[in-house]
């Protein structure tokens, strides 16, 4: 039996705080072999991708991992830090749809 739910693009846009044409963006780039920043792989359940939280939070952890550049002097910024991610998963923002 399944007890994670599984979150749809706009899920995942209100997690990752982007919008849902930057979710599609990035899985169509992906798709194409473009460069691309998500690479979180969907669950595609008919035409509608679906992730997995598991995914979502190994994801967001090897972003912590990457240094926060910022575009005009390419310098990590300390200041960069983010929520914690258990905070990120299970805020209501992040909560699916009924």
Known sequence: MLTDPLYSDSDLASILRMSRSWIRKQRM???AGQPHV???DPIMIGSCPRYWPVDIKAWLEAQ?????VTPTRGRPDPAAGAKT????ITS?????RH
């Open 29 to 31: 780039l992906r798709r």
């Open 38 to 40: 998500l690479t979180i």
């Open 64 to 68: 912590r991992a990457l240094p926060a």
């Open 85 to 88: 991610l258990a905070a990120v």
């Open 92 to 96: 209501p923002a992040a909560s699916p």
